[in-house]
């Protein structure tokens, strides 16, 4: 059973992920320890320590929760699952590899509290301030961007990095698309925006 209600809900997919469990709580608590807010972990049956790992969070504080999935693996399937059990106002979808900006998650929040018309907050490599070289060899960045422009003209979506793993949403603007968007996929932001069919108020932010 997910924890109390929160202002925002971290939702963090792991399969077999133990040895950055420690530094994604330390950093996440960081940032965020101004607002009430949860880290949800979604995990697909980790064999490698990760659940005892985050259990041992969860029995300490109530900011971290866990769902273990038995028999279902998958992504998107576990970022839909999680934002279907938060409880908040937001909720964000970020990798527990320590790839994205997680200091992004308060500009997010900022963002978001300055325009309540805003539905969806993307963390973008492909805009002002984002980067994706650093964390791709020469090769990996260009499929990336012949990915994101395939993606782009074939689903006619209006966004710089649609296949990003990192962003934030209001858990009310996305609710009604959950049981439309595909379980087994690995691209939950791409399904969120073909589905929605440009319905979404979206801003993109650089990391």
Not at 169 to 185: M, N, R, T, Y
């Amino acid at each position: 059973m997910v924890k109390s209600n929160s202002l925002i809900t971290v939702i963090v997919p792991t399969f077999n992920e133990v040895e950055n469990i420690d530094n994604f709580i330390i950093s996440v608590r960081k940032v965020l320890r101004p607002y009430k807010f949860l880290i949800l972990f979604v995990d697909d049956n980790s064999t490698d320590g990760t659940i005892e790992k985050i259990n041992k969070f969860k029995t300490a504080s109530d900011d971290v929760d866990l769902i273990v999935r038995i028999g279902r693996r998958g992504l998107s399937g576990a970022c839909i699952e999680g934002i279907y059990k938060a409880k908040s106002t937001y909720i964000a979808v970020i990798d527990c590899d320590l790839q994205h900006d997680e200091q992004l998650l308060v500009k997010m929040l900022d963002d978001f509290k300055e325009n309540n018309a805003l539905d969806l907050i993307i963390g973008s490599r492909h805009v002002e301030k984002g980067e994706s070289k650093n964390g791709f060899s020469l090769i990996r960045n260009f499929a990336s961007k012949l990915a994101i422009k395939i993606t782009q003209k074939i689903l006619t979506i209006n966004v710089n990095d649609p296949m990003s793993g990192f962003f934030m949403a209001k858990k009310s603007s996305i609710h009604s698309l959950l049981h439309k968007l595909q379980p087994h996929g690995f691209k939950i932001l791409v399904d969120i925006l073909a589905t929605c069919k440009g319905k979404l108020v979206i801003k993109e932010l650089g990391y």
